[in-house]
């Protein structure tokens, strides 16, 4: 059997735990060996090849949930590509790049993803699994994956008949890094002297004279996409393309990503927004493994039978079972809750704050609903929801109801040091069992909040606003940094909060398909942003999907093994046929 052990030197306290209890209590260590011993760090190290295969002492005793050690599929033959360090995470196997195909990746946080495009990339260096062997050169790399497609790409790497652009994920590095005016950093990376065209193909042309720190995260998406895209390069490789990005948006970078691959280039794409691979893949590569531990790459398949086997947690042809359950999307009616209580009402409304200008219409919300909103960023979401809660008052009419509200809001950043233990006490005393639990957090306590990834921050932020006792509460784009099942199991704890405590959730999101999982009714906000925001609803599902679906026209059918919506392929057969009835949505 082989096995893996793991340190996250994040978690790793040994002050917190009383002074190494994994050393001290080993019983390895105590027959004379180092099983595990301190680091140069001054955190434990695992010497795995002295720890005993059975031994998960250490892993139990742990306060901290700091050690891994786990079991290796049986069938895993292929040798390792990289190892961060002696107790650190591994990859296995790396995605191939095909020529004329975009190429998806789909698994969970922390299980590699970006690690193997990085590679692929050629910013990260493989070293096999050694970390303390020399960086591997392409010759080991061609050896290695010989009789594969790998083998195929890394000669043509070699034979410098690749050149590869990179969109990282983490964009909110940029500005940090890069000064000055959007237009002049791409000028600096404008190879194909096609400045102009990709600017306006990106909608980025009004912004091209703005400082980089100036601009939205939205923005900011779009033009560390055309600065990949400026480059003269054969394989460009996405990392997260549709963060920040409103549904319109992200349809529109779908299709220019698809554009791109052609008889010479080919496109690789890392995306957790379900509706959004499907439309972008050609070929879909699952990862699996164990989170933060170690990472295999399966074999391509076409999008929808690879996007069907993750949710089904099942590859069959290497007969691997990566979760113990499938995802189904249940055909179900949506919820009228019209019977219950109106826990918030209001007139027709208008709203101006400096340039922008907001017209309200007419309506009201009732308790245990969750009202789904949907419209680009900077629309007046925020605004309408503190003119509900009398914060803001509005120009002309005002709401029959005062409500008090609860608020996650879209950009999650925290300088704060404070533990989450100590941010989180109200939520740890009265929700463990309906929100920490599920959102799983404890093993986040002790993490002051200045270290936690994007992800960690916005379980430990949606739990804040879910645990404060408010009439509404509104989250604003929680899917963000989510992996597709944590956005399924945040779907969940929603939906259970406002049932038990009869208050009503205002999802903004942009993904639809989480969305359209979540919502039993939908507000829709129309308009040109900064500028002008109408808002209308809310609306029964059909109504405000049909709505918003026919404005970027096209039209959405359940598949029939997983219930999950798909894009119709525009001018097939059904998009025709939903088209001429008016039935854009498939409810
Ligand atoms: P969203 O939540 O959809 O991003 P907001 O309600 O925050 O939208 O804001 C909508 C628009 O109103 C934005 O363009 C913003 O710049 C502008 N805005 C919001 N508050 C003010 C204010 N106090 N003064 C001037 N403009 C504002
Ligand atoms: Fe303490 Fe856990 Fe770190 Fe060991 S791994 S030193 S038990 S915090």
Redesign the pocket.
Known sequence: MKRIAVIDKERCNPIGCGGYLCIKRCPVNRMGKEAIVIGPDKKALINEEVATDACQVCVNICPYNAIHMVKLPDELTTRPIHRYGKDQFMLYSLPTPLTGKVVGILGVNGIGKSTAIKVLAGVLHPNLGNPDAPQADIAQLIRLFKGTEAQAFFEKLRDREITVSYKPQDIEKIPKAAKGKVKDLLKKVDQKKQLGQVAAQLEITPILDNNINEISGGELQRVAIAATVLKDANLFIFDEPSSYLDIKQRLRIAQFIKSLANESTSVVVIEHDLIVIDYLADQLNIMYGKEKVYGIVAQPKPAKAGINAYLEGFIREDNVRFRDHKIKFEIRAHEKKSGKSVIAQWPAMEKK????H?SVSEGSIHRQEIIGII??????????V?LLAGVEKPDTGSPETKVTVSYKP?TLESASEKPVLEVLQEAIQKHMSDIITPLNIQDLFAKPLNTLSGGELQRVAIAQALSRKADLILL?EPSAYLDVEQRLIVSKVIKSIAETRGCAILV?DHDLLFIDYLSDRLIV?EGA???E?IESGPYAMEEGMNKLLREVNITLRREEHSGRPRINKPGSVLDREQQAQGKMYYS
């Open positions: 704050l400096g340039k922008f907001l419209g680009p960023n900077g629309i007046g979401k925020t605004t309408f503190r879209q604003d903004v906000f942003p900064a500028r925001g």
